[in-house]
């Protein structure tokens, strides 16, 4: 048993030339693959940062209008209003009768000539109510207000614009002053680019994401579950899990067409509401968090599943008390994959009418409503020039919500993560 | 039961066991010579033979201690268990007992220069069969033990009654001729001690003979009464020398 | 092939825990297990011995049931819990394992605190009716376990923050903890070092008599010490079993002898 073969092998020499040359070699190799690496890792990290140059360089003017300022005399053009009526409970009510389009109107001409209207936003009596509302005592007083000019003044002053419009910045240069456009986060779509503002769609993106949310994550972690402790392994089981690697592949404009004909035509639910885009959506992103969480499952080790059977757990015990909580982080961390890339679709979420001009933000889940990207894609349509600064604004606001979700991602994976 | 003869897969274990065996065979060797020396030199009153004899059985301690040090070494490091357990017990007392084989050799050469009158004492005569088979007893039970043969060593067993029966005899004899002779008495008990000596030869054989059996077989020796029986009377020897 | 070896079925010291008649095991077509009738008492450790793959780990792994987790595993034969057929469509498999405990070989610990550790096996079970009723559980498993002095003062530590031996402790009082009848131990000790193996054998020791204990160990010197009985499996077949004194100095059968003795041909 233990008659080695004698081999006629010379002792080896490990400071030849040869072995010189072999370990030059090794170490050039090595070298060169971290050299890849390294530019692989700044050549990716190059896109990221010239898109978010770009973008911001585009967008953070989207957040900045030009404001000039206009003396209102409340007290004669409103025949001696008094705070009080703008205080309690109707306060809404008083602000609509007494005209104040009209009482903005007329000071406006009062201080900058008839063809003053040309000179501010058409809804920039809308910021004056807001401020009555604020602060009502102003109605009392005369009062210096900053309101936001109109869409030409705005493009001409911040990067130049048609040459009419610049001659009146170079006219108004001393008056006019940068602020910055609360509005675009509390407002929703409008057709003049000073008023529009991404609250709606937020609030739509946010809706949709809910319902997504609420069904494909249990469905999609109850079917994971099922298909790795429960499951036979037989064929079927085989097809199902073919059929659901396959699904996540599907283009997302595909499920578009299914929610078209499944939830519009067939069910006929209603068009444009956060429900059926929630629905689609949640089709969409079923099979990934499916996917996420079977290969969660299957690293939790063997021994703990023993471990919970030899002490006498039933099978659901092992799967709900050992195996879910190890498999947890695992599964969040798909879920905000999945739902990080149901926030960014657009194809499907167009197809099922979510591409309505949305003026109010949608207070349920049928009311008509759009999402973030679909209002990027809509205004990039438009043809005002004023449109391009907010469309990336918006692509700001919505890299945002995708950076807080995937830090919600990270920080939940971390506080579930149990060390084994 | 025999060993299957298969081969430890620990080669060093193999190795140690037969270096024991060679040793117990060499002690076994020297001793049944010095018993054959011993003998030789009281027939021959070889008071050189006789010296040669008490100075080789320092040989003989000398190697019962590097028996008892290997067999304690491989104890402590190969862990036997079972049959090379039992083998390695009986190694270390067979090696005990053939030492006192060899020390009850040296004591009758030793009494070789006491006894130079003795031809006239006709017991003398029966002592060289008896050393002869006790000699044999001796070989036979390490021949046994080489070959794990239990039925060897239980009529090693039974032939040691063979040995009791000279010694017997020769007591007998001796008894009478001292009282006949009162003036041999000396050189007479001398021949008493040497074929004491030569029936204990024979009783350390039948130990090495238990030894060996429970080695092969993992059981104790069947009970067998033995030993000489010196309280039986000696009927024909009157008291005092009277008649 | 050979009958199977049901010498010292007869036992000595009243009627046996499990018992286990002609008990064959298949994975698919390949048999690992050929015709074992053995008794398991509750006075003494049993011990299976035998080279690898000899189905040693395999039939304890009979005894509750855990063969039922491979799906191409497929036992016959009869293996009864105090005169009741363990294989029965009647015996609840859940319970079965909380009255036949079992220890692995590698320490697996729940990563949980080492009080819920102890204290998950009688919650399920509902084996405590309150929380001074469970905290007596714990302490008292722990104490068993030897382990209650090392932890008393830091329960809620995590139990995977314990060493190998204390662990492998944390799973023998987690085992004790849901009141076995028999602790089964896959090779308890492989992963431990001697040390800590020590603890162990003296806590197998000083649990014998409450619980029927058979170990599966390569090890022959410790099953030697820790085992009144030892059972010699060869290629899925009880080859002997008998007093661990005997099967030590002096076994009956050669291929027994040959195995504890080092002789593999």
């Not at chain 2, 009162?182 to 040497?194: C, T």
């Not at chain 3, 036949?100 to 070989?105: A, E, S, T």
């Not at chain 3, 060493?163 to 903890?177: E, T, Y």
């Amino acid at each position: 048993m233990n008659d080695l073969i004698e081999t006629r092998r010379l002792p080896t020499d490990w400071q030849g030339a040869e072995m010189q040359k072999r370990i030059a070699r090794r170490y050039s190799a090595e070298r060169r693959f971290k050299a890849m690496g390294i530019s692989a890792i700044v050549l990716s990290a190059g896109f990221l940062a010239f898109l978010l140059i770009v973008m911001v360089g585009n967008g953070f003017r989207g957040f900045t209008q030009t404001e000039m300022p206009l003396q209102i005399d409340f007290p004669a053009v409103t025949s001696g209003a008094s705070a009080s009526q703008f205080e309690g409970p109707n306060a809404d009510a008083n602000l609509q009768v007494m005209g104040l389009r009209e009482i903005v109107a007329s000071s406006i001409e009062i201080q900058y000539g008839e063809d003053g209207a040309n000179l501010f936003s058409s809804g920039a009596w809308t910021a004056v109510s807001a401020m009555i509302l604020d602060n009502p005592d102003i109605v009392e007083r005369k009062a210096t207000v900053y309101l936001p000019v109109s869409s030409e003044i705005d493009i001409a002053y911040k990067s130049g614009g048609t040459p009419a419009a610049e001659q009146k910045v170079r006219q108004y240069k001393d008056r006019l002053s940068t602020g910055f456009n609360w509005n675009f986060l509390s407002n929703s779509d409008a057709t003049d680019p000073m008023q529009v503002g991404i609250w709606g769609a937020f609030k739509g993106s946010l809706i949709t994401m809910i319902v997504t949310l609420m069904l494909a994550f249990p469905v999609g972690v109850l079917a994971a579950l099922y298909l790795e402790e429960y499951a036979p392994k037989n064929r079927l089981t085989d097809l199902i899990e073919v059929s659901i690697n396959n699904l996540a592949a599907v283009p997302s404009i595909i499920f578009g067409l299914l929610g078209l004909a499944v939830f519009l035509n067939f069910f006929g639910m209603p068009r444009s509401g956060a429900l059926v885009g929630g629905l689609t959506l949640a089709l969409m992103t079923m099979p990934v968090i499916v996917i996420s969480g079977r290969n969660a499952v299957k690293s939790v080790p063997p021994s703990i599943r023993e471990a919970a059977l030899g002490i006498g757990a039933s099978p659901l015990q092992v799967v709900f008390h050992h195996v879910l909580p190890l498999a947890l982080p695992g599964i969040l961390t798909g879920t905000i994959i999945g739902m990080a890339r149901a926030l960014g679709e657009t194809a499907p979420l167009l197809m099922i009418g979510m591409r309505a001009f949305i003026a109010t933000p949608p207070s349920g889940i049928t009311d008509p409503a759009t999402v973030l990207p679909v209002q990027i894609f809509l205004w990039s349509d438009e043809v005002d020039r004023g449109f391009v600064e907010k469309t990336s604004a918006a692509i700001i606001i919505l890299l945002l919500f995708l950076l807080i979700m995937n830090a919600l991602a990270i920080y939940l994976r971390n506080r579930f993560e149990t060390r084994w | 039961m025999v060993n299957s003869g298969t081969e430890h897969t620990v080669k060093a274990f193999d190795s140690d066991i037969n270096e024991l065996r060679g040793m117990v065979a060499e002690i076994g060797g020297r001793s049944e010579q010095a018993i054959a020396k011993a003998m030789r030199a009281l027939e021959n009153s070889d008071l050189e033979l006789a010296a040669e004899v008490v100075r080789e059985d320092k040989l003989i301690d000398d190697l019962e201690k590097r028996i008892d040090e290997l067999t304690f070494q491989t104890i402590a490091l190969r862990a036997p268990m079972a049959d090379d357990l039992r083998e390695l017990i009986a190694t270390f007392k067979i090696s005990g007992v053939v030492e006192r084989i060899g020390d009850y050799a040296k004591n009758i050469a030793k009494r070789v220069p006491l006894v130079t009158h003795t031809h006239r004492l006709r017991p003398i005569s029966l002592l060289p069969s008896m050393s002869k088979i006790a000699s044999e007893l001796v070989r036979d039970s390490l021949d046994a033990f080489a070959r794990r043969d239990a039925e060897l060593a239980m009529e090693v067993n039974r032939r040691d009654q063979i040995v009791d029966d000279f010694y017997n005899s020769i007591f007998r004899a001796v008894i009478t001729h001292m009282i006949e002779n009162p003036k041999d008495i000396g050189e007479a008990a001398h021949l008493l001690f040497i074929a004491k000596n030569l029936e204990r030869i024979g009783d350390h054989a039948t130990n090495v003979a238990e030894m060996v059996y429970f080695a092969a077989t993992g059981e104790p020796m069947p009970e067998r009464t033995r030993g000489e029986n010196p309280t039986t009377p000696i009927d024909n020897v009157p008291k005092n020398g009277a008649d | 092939m050979t009958d199977s070896a049901t010498t010292g079925m007869t036992t000595d010291s009243g009627t046996p825990k499990m018992t286990a008649r002609h008990v064959d095991v298949f994975y698919g077509d390949k048999q690992a297990i050929n015709d074992v009738s053995i008794d398991v008492n509750m006075d003494s450790v049993t011990a299976f011995i035998g080279p690898s793959g000899c189905g040693k780990s395999t039939f304890l792994r009979c005894m509750n049931r855990m063969n039922d987790t491979i799906p191409i595993a497929r036992v016959t034969g009869e293996i009864k819990l105090e005169g009741e057929d363990i294989y029965a469509s009647k015996m609840d498999v859940v319970q079965l394992r909380a009255r036949v405990g079992m220890v692995f070989q590698k320490p697996n610990p729940f990563p949980k605190s080492i009080y819920d550790n102890i204290a998950y096996g009688p919650r399920i079970h509902g084996l405590a009716t309150g929380k001074e009723e469970l905290d007596e559980i714990v302490e008292s498993s722990l104490q068993r376990a030897g382990l209650w002095g090392e932890v008393k003062d830091r329960l809620q530590d995590s139990g995977t923050a314990l060493s190998g031996g204390q662990q492998q402790r944390l799973c023998i009082a987690r085992a004790i903890a849901v009141d076995p009848e028999v602790i089964l131990m896959d090779e308890p000790c492989s992963a431990l070092d001697p040390i800590a193996t020590a603890k162990i054998e003296e806590l197998i020791h000083e649990l014998r008599g409450k619980y029927a204990i058979v170990i599966v160990t390569h090890n022959m010197q410790q099953a030697a010490r820790v085992s009144q009985k030892t059972a010699f499996f060869h290629l899925g077949t009880l080859v002997e079993y008998g007093e661990t004194t005997d099967i030590f100095t002096n076994p009956r059968e050669e291929k027994t002898r040959d195995y504890i003795t080092g002789r593999y041909g």
